[in-house]
């Protein structure tokens, strides 16, 4: 099971982006997803984070700004991200930890990654 990210795209300072991350198949349970970005040559960041009761984390540059979300029935994740500047262009990636079944009936439990989507902000 892969996640899958969209959302991304090119927008003005100020203005706002919805990114999305689902599970590419079935999944029975997850722990904890978040978001982290990533520049060139820069270490990727942790952004967001919510655990299965809805707990919410954020990195002091992005808090009041980003909004991290589930929709447990569509089993998706959200960020929402306002008010965007030019230093939050970056490569953004969903991270989870996916509890689910494959083919052969295993259990698996597995650090998923999106492939990452690209977040450019205009000034």
């Known amino acids: 099971v892969q996640l899958v990210e969209s959302g991304g795209g090119l927008v003005q300072a100020g203005g706002s982006l919805r990114l999305s991350c689902a599970p590419s198949?079935?999944?029975?349970?997850?722990?904890?997803m978040a978001w982290y970005r990533q520049a060139p040559g820069k270490q990727r960041e942790l952004v967001a984070s919510?655990?299965?009761?809805?707990?919410?984390n954020y990195a002091d540059s992005v808090k009041g700004r980003f909004t991290i979300s589930k929709d447990n029935a569509k089993i998706t994740w959200y960020l929402q991200i306002d008010s965007l500047k030019p230093e939050d262009t970056d490569v953004y990636y969903c991270?989870?930890?996916?509890?689910?079944?494959?083919?052969?009936?295993?259990?698996?439990?597995?650090?998923?990654w999106g492939q990452g989507t690209q977040v450019t902000v205009s000034s």
């Open positions: 991270n989870a930890d996916l509890l689910y079944y494959d083919d052969s009936g295993n259990y698996v439990a597995e650090d998923a």
């Open positions: 198949g079935r999944i029975f349970n997850n722990n904890r």
């Open positions: 919510i655990t299965l009761d809805g707990t919410t």
